[in-house]
């Protein structure tokens, strides 16, 4: 039987994604974030588009709704970067979800990257995926329990090669 | 008098048994027995299935998986409803049901009857463990024993329900169908069962002489040790031998050879059964043994009628060999010294001055044949020195080197090391300066020689 997983993964929930992604204003309207449908529907694109790039497949509303509703209080976001930064996040967290070895779930790869992000990133991407979540994955691979994102570990903690 | 079968569109057995399910909607497809709606709507079930048991399979932790693991898990969710759907015995019901029932359903029925079939395979497995023929043949116990323990361990009907994980190296005669998951367990266990039980009415030694005629690496080699058996039972009933003993000669194949000779596949097939039903007069098979022997039959007659037109029935009817002939004597090479005392020797054998203190350093230390060899390899000995060295030998300690160093390798001498070439020149420079019958002794030993 020809079942095409990312397809499914990409094209039948998508509706119901993008309907959930929108009701997240409710909230988000509270901290000055909003997101039109047609924002919204980009952003599960993306989803779509990281899943397939990623060899990932998702059933249910994903976590984009749970990256907004995290991130919605960060005070490094608002309006004039927010959707290009929910881009960005959706895509490095199915990139670490993999590098990870799936060794993390999701709600606890959205809260270490929220911890991190405003705390020793400082607001940038960059510095997230990689230097923290890079050494985060590597240490899951090796077997280190998943450490406080504030600690200050990311510069000469156990993850660091030296 | 015969059963009367319904038949259907659908010819169950030109359906895949591993891939039941795929090939039953493909054929269904085909025959415009199921439309592209209800095919639609059963792989909707089927996801919204893969959905759930994916997110059983994250333990609720993550919404995502890899789309290898996906596919796993919708393989093993196929397996599964192909299991509860082959319980129509004719396919066109089980294409109405599909129709008109819900996956979810059979998934649930297939999941139950995979359960039962874990318990039946395990009390099948128990049965045989209860007395498994002894052999030492590496493949048949542990396959038996290990392996089939190894697929419980790890089968997991919930998410790799079509999954084998172990290869079942040792091979069984009759040939089995393409199953998956625990249906091949349970035909392969079925299928060892009764060879088991048939090899049990012969002692292991008989056994293991028989094969040794057959091959001599018996014991390393992936071999059907009831096909043999079986072979010479038939051989020996159609010879006059006695068949517990599976003592075939060569009188007895001299004698097999004019029975069959030029005779046609079938008169050699009612040969072959009417030997069968001579030797269930010697013996007492159980039914389901003798139904797995009249499956084998066929096979065994068609070996037969191959090797008598090639004139190579000894290889079918094999004479047994006594196993002790051609034993290998096991040599170890012993533990090596420690590196740093090891390091001392070299340099004290280097440090001296006249080869008589280097040997002398030499029979002090080393204690066993792996450092010998890395001695005459490390110490920087010239040829002559190697000699003086080897004279002083004993017998086996030139065999295992010449083990190590045969006369004719099968590789270039050229892709040994310097201080290997050296070696082995000196080692020939010396074995040939020794008498003709003393070389052949040592070469005799060192054949007869296994390295562990």
Known sequence: MACDLVLFGAGLVKKQAVSEVVKCNNITVNFGLFLTEAQAVELIETRSRALMDTGRVEFGGGIVDKVILMFCDSPYISMHNYEETLHELIEIFYYYKNEALDLIGDDELIKYMKTAFNGICQGSLDLLAGRELYNLARGLRFGYSLPDPDDTYGCDGEYEDE | ?452
Not at chain 2, 21 to 28: D, I, R, T, V, Y
Not at chain 2, 422 to 434: E, N
């Open chain 2, 1 to 452: 008098m015969n059963s009367i079968q319904k038949s259907g569109r659908i010819n169950r057995d030109e359906l895949s048994e591993e891939f039941y399910f795929q090939a039953l909607l493909e054929k269904a497809c085909s025959l415009e027995m199921l439309s592209m709606q209800s095919l639609e709507k059963v792989q909707l079930e089927c996801l919204a299935i893969l959905a759930k048991q994916t997110e059983l399979y994250n333990k609720g932790n993550s919404s995502s998986v890899r789309i290898e693991t996906a596919k796993d898990i919708l393989d093993s969710i196929m397996f599964t409803i192909g299991t509860a759907l082959k319980t129509y015995p004719v396919s066109d019901d089980a294409v109405a049901a599909v129709k008109s029932g819900n996956m979810g359903t059979f998934y649930r029925q297939g999941s139950k009857q995979i359960d039962v079939m874990i318990k039946t395979a395990k009390a099948l497995h128990a049965f045989i463990l209860r007395d498994v023929f002894e052999t030492d043949n590496i493949f048949y116990s542990p396959t038996i024993i290990d392996a089939i323990n190894g697929f419980f361990k790890l089968y997991d009907p919930a998410f790799g329900a079509h999954k084998i994980h172990i290869t079942a190296d040792y091979p069984v005669y009759n040939p089995m169908k393409k199953k998956a998951g625990i249906e091949f367990i349970i035909n392969y266990l079925e299928n060892i069962c009764y060879e088991n039980l048939f090899c049990l009415n012969f002692s292991p030694g008989a056994v293991r002489g028989l094969l040794c005629g057959y091959i001599d690496d018996y014991q390393g080699s992936v071999i059907n040790i009831y096909e043999h058996v079986l072979s010479a039972v038939i051989g020996c009933v159609l010879s006059g031998a006695n068949p517990r003993l599976l003592s075939l000669n060569r009188p007895n194949l001299k004698y097999l050879e004019g029975l069959l000779k030029g005779k046609t596949g079938p008169e050699i097939d009612l040969i072959v059964a009417g030997a069968f039903v001579k030797a269930g007069g010697i013996f007492s098979f159980p039914e389901g043994v003798k139904r797995y022997i009249s499956r084998s039959l066929p096979l065994i007659a068609r070996s037969i009628e191959v090797a008598e037109k090639n004139s190579t029935l000894k290889s079918v009817f094999i004479i047994p060999e006594d196993p002790a002939k051609g034993a290998k004597l096991c040599i170890s090479p012993g533990e090596k010294m420690d590196d740093e005392l090891y390091r001392s020797v070299i340099s004290g054998i280097m440090k001296s001055r006249t080869v008589k203190d280097k040997f002398a350093v030499i029979s002090k230390y080393i204690g066993s044949l792996a450092d010998l060899e890395d001695v005459l390899l490390d110490a920087g000995l010239s040829g002559n020195e190697i000699i003086y060295v080897l004279r002083r030998l004993s017998r086996t300690e030139i065999a295992v080197l010449l083990k190590k160093y045969p006369a004719s390798p099968g590789y270039e001498i050229s892709e040994l090391r310097t201080n290997e070439q050296v070696l082995r020149k000196s080692l020939y420079k010396y074995i040939y300066s020794l008498p003709a019958g003393k070389q052949n002794r040592l070469i005799k030993i060192s054949e007869t020689m296994q390295m562990e």
